[in-house]
């Protein structure tokens, strides 16, 4: 399973961004697939996750009223579209996919990843 994310720069606080994540090879709908985000010198932090059957689950609080996860299966993508952003948002974010119709918050659940694509947000 091929996934490519993209849409990442920089950003002023405040701004909004968003991130793509393109399947290749495979329908991603089939597929839950989620958002990660990994700062230096930290852990790969779960985001958001949508599942095969379009339910959304949240699992960073102090996004979940700024980041909005969607799919559209007509270009084979998922997105996280990303307001308000603060300096603290800055990381490089991951799209995965559990290979599975369930979300899981554990990146080690998840069988293949995007390259990544780099945040910074920053005046």
């Known amino acids: 399973l091929q996934l490519q994310a993209s849409g990442g720069g920089l950003v002023q606080p405040g701004g909004s961004l968003r991130l793509s994540c393109a399947a290749s090879g495979f329908p991603s709908s089939y597929y839950a697939i989620g958002w990660f985000r990994q700062a230096p010198g930290k852990g790969r932090e779960a985001m958001s996750c949508i599942t095969a059957s379009n339910d959304i689950i949240h699992y960073e609080e102090s996004a979940k009223d700024r980041f909005t996860i969607s799919r559209d299966n007509s270009k084979n993508t998922v997105y996280l579209q990303m307001d308000s952003l603060k300096p603290e948002d800055t990381a490089k974010y991951y799209c995965?996919?559990?290979?599975?119709?369930?979300?899981?918050?554990?990146?080690?659940?998840?069988?293949?990843w995007g390259q990544g694509t780099l945040v910074t947000v920053s005046s």
């Open positions: 995965g996919t559990t290979g599975g119709t369930l979300c899981s918050r554990y990146a080690d659940e998840y069988t293949d």
